[in-house]
């Protein structure tokens, strides 16, 4: 996929009016991170405007919001496990904004 590609499908989606379904992809909306170890500690996903009651797009969003939390923990698992850091205070949050 190049640039004009990801151009095409921002404008197909700057069009719609709240009504209509923008495309939902794979991505988390929003992801937090520390700058200086690049360590992700938080998420967030929108699921729409609050006229539109999707809840199948509701729930959907929260499955995601909990395997990419999963992703996330695994992450750091790999990175810092080995290290002999304690992980049990390590906390991961998500943003559901409906």
């Known amino acids: ?5 990801g151009m095409k499908k921002y404008m197909v989606n700057f069009i719609k009016n709240d ?17 200086p170890t690049d360590l992700e ?3 967030c996903e929108v699921s729409g405007p609050p006229n539109q009651h999707s809840h199948t797009h509701f ?3 929260k499955l995601k919001i909990a395997k990419m939390l999963k992703v996330i923990f695994n992450r750091i698992i790999r990175k810092y496990g ?6 049990t205070s ?8 409906y």
């Not at 009504?19 to 700058?35: E, L, M």
């Not at 080995?82 to 992980?87: A, E, R, Y």
């Open 1 to 5: 996929m190049d640039d004009t590609d």
């Open 90 to 97: 390590l906390k991961l949050y998500g943003l559901h904004v």
């Open 59 to 61: 729930f959907n969003d």
């Open 19 to 35: 009504g209509k379904d923008r495309s939902a992809g794979q991505k988390i909306d929003i992801i937090w991170s520390i700058k």
């Open 82 to 87: 080995s290290v002999g850091i304690n992980l």
């Open 41 to 43: 500690f938080s998420i």
